[in-house]
């Protein structure tokens, strides 16, 4: 159980194009999902937190205008990337914590989009 | 801000050896978990241990954690090709509502 799946797994589009990315927990309800961004051997930071129903808290740095996060359902959250362009490339991860295997402190993590901008 | 410190940045080690990874945070915390991640993948969650744990055991995996010290350890006994990855702690803080910061990884290396 605890399955987190992401949407698409790689992406390339044009310089001022936007990209959605979505992130669904498929066997169990995700009362908060959060999104990381990973650059090139280095650790996750962390963008936003999103709960469902609720506007996206996010991290200091990170333009909620350029980053629009919508958390629709207990199962989806979306991630999209608005006017991109190349300094936007990176690995996109989301995570999401719920009722999983009775646990509501261990965040399952999505195998990742990768975004890349020309 | 990334608070966990992972030590050694790179190890390098043959199959069958046991490797120890350690890590160090500044803030109290309520978890910490290790994850692993192959390269290009997302993580894998491998183990959480509460602020009130010392030790936790699962399968070849073994995580202790001193809270005095703000530190924990990774131990992967009996190291196969296929552990190969990078392995990052990442902690939760009170009152932060779950949300986790991460260390900078440790490059783990297991030659055949």
């Known amino acids: 159980g605890a399955v987190v799946s992401q949407h698409p797994s790689r992406v390339i589009c044009k310089s001022g194009t936007s990209v959605k990315i979505e992130c669904r927990s498929l066997?169990?309800?995700?009362?908060?999902m959060f999104w990381y961004r990973q650059f090139p051997k280095k650790s996750l930071m962390l963008m936003a937190t999103?709960?469902?129903?609720?506007?996206?808290?996010?991290e200091q740095g990170v333009e909620k205008d350029k980053f629009l996060i919508n958390h629709a359902s207990l199962t989806l959250s979306t991630l999209t990337v608005t006017s991109a362009h190349p300094e936007d490339s990176s690995f996109y991860i989301c995570?999401?914590?719920?009722?999983?295997?009775?646990?509501?402190?261990?965040?399952?993590f999505g195998p990742g989009t990768r975004l890349t901008v020309l | 801000s990334q608070q966990g410190e992972e030590d050694p940045q790179a190890l390098s080690i043959q199959e069958g050896e046991n490797a120890t990874m350690n890590c160090s945070y500044k803030?109290?915390?309520?978890?910490l978990q290790w994850y692993r991640q192959n390269s290009g993948r997302g993580l894998v969650h491998l183990i959480l241990?509460?602020?009130?744990?010392r030790e936790k055991h699962s399968g070849r995996l073994r995580v202790t954690l001193d809270t005095s010290k703000k530190s924990s350890s990774l131990l992967i006994t009996a190291s196969r090709a296929a552990d190969t990855a990078s392995y990052f702690c990442?902690?939760?803080?009170?009152?932060?509502?779950?949300?986790?910061?991460f260390g900078k990884g440790t490059l783990l290396t297991v030659n055949p």
């Open positions: 995570s999401a914590i719920g009722s999983a295997s009775g646990s509501t402190d261990t965040q399952y």
């Open positions: 066997d169990f309800q995700a009362t908060t």
């Open positions: 999103s709960n469902e129903g609720s506007k996206a808290t996010y």
């Open positions: 803030t109290s915390i309520n978890n």
């Open positions: 241990i509460r602020s009130n744990e």
């Open positions: 990442a902690t939760d803080a009170p009152g932060s509502n779950y949300k986790l910061t």
